[in-house]
């Protein structure tokens, strides 16, 4: 009986211990907070910030969708594009997207003040003298200004600058801008034949002065169709209002004298204040301000590179 009262007393005693660790460990979870009820709150607050993050990428979506619209898609149909010049005329080409007519001409803008296309160097210092010939095959697009043909790329400066000219009641008349081949050799043969008649010259001498005045075929700068010669008549161009307005003003349009006074020995030319040249309007203020010709600009710009 003893015995037995004593199991049932130790087994009591174990139920006891056994009651007091449940309930420890249960005020345990609770303080760390393993109740279950914060797990469900962080799975919501994880799920929240899911959605938020797909709706942002979303907006996100659109927008680039709405930017590559307004950016490609309109442009190709209206034939603008922000910033850009838009040209009537497009040439596809199969290495280039688009070419335009600007770009085949080598414009790389339009000045401020005069609208004129302005040019590289490769184009605006293209020179053509003793040193520099060019062979019968040489040709140049041309279009007609004034009564004249020039390079292409020149006519809207040359007609600029006729224009304002005649505003300020200058009539500037030409006689001559890009000479072929033949029309060079025609030039030198006539003029070598008149010195040879008039008994002013043997003639190699004849053949050397021929080539002074008005240049050797291939080798002569009114072949590059940026040159145009003005009429005149007289004793002196120089005391015209016609030269004065040109000395004054040719510049702004990107044109100078392509023959100065002192100069012979580098252009191989006499001097003829009736012959402009272009060179682009940097170029043109810049050798005004040096007074070079043509030919020393082109060594001062290469020794400056």
């Keep these: 009986m003893a015995e037995s009262q004593s199991l049932k007393t130790e087994k009591q005693r174990k139920n006891f211990i056994t009651l007091n660790k449940v309930k420890k460990n249960s005020v345990y979870v609770k303080r760390k907070g393993y109740s279950g009820k914060n797990e469900e709150k962080t799975i919501r607050h994880l799920s929240l910030s899911a959605n938020i993050i797909g709706a942002l990428c979303f907006v996100l979506f659109i927008f680039c969708i709405v930017i590559f619209f307004a950016e490609v898609f309109v442009p190709m149909v209206s034939g603008e594009s922000s910033g850009k010049v838009n040209t009537s005329l497009v040439i596809t080409d199969p290495e280039e997207e688009e070419v335009t007519i600007e770009s085949l001409m080598g414009v790389i803008a339009y000045d401020n003040e005069t609208g004129i296309p302005i040019y590289n160097d490769s184009f605006n210092l293209h020179l053509i003298n003793k040193s520099n010939p060019v062979d019968e095959n040489y040709t140049v697009e041309t279009e007609e200004v004034a009564g004249v043909l020039v390079d292409k790329r020149i006519s809207t400066a040359l007609r600029v600058m006729l224009a304002a000219a005649r505003a300020d009641n200058i009539e500037i008349k030409l006689v001559s801008g890009y000479l072929t081949y033949e029309q060079q050799a025609e030039r030198f043969e006539i003029k070598k034949k008149e010195l040879i008649e008039n008994k002013e010259s043997t003639l190699v001498m004849a053949q050397f002065k021929t080539g002074r005045a008005v240049g050797i ?86 020794q400056t590179k």
């Design 217 to 302: 075929p291939l080798k002569c700068d009114e072949g590059s169709g940026m040159c145009v010669t003005v009429e005149f008549e007289g004793e002196d161009f120089t005391e015209t209002d016609v030269y004065k307005w040109l000395n004054n003003n040719a510049a702004d349009y990107g044109f100078v004298f392509r023959f100065p006074k002192g100069k012979t020995d580098l252009t191989g030319r006499a001097y003829d204040p009736t012959v402009l040249r272009f060179v682009g309007k940097e170029n043109a203020y810049r050798m005004r301000q040096l007074s070079f010709c043509l030919e020393e600009f082109v060594r001062y710009k290469n």
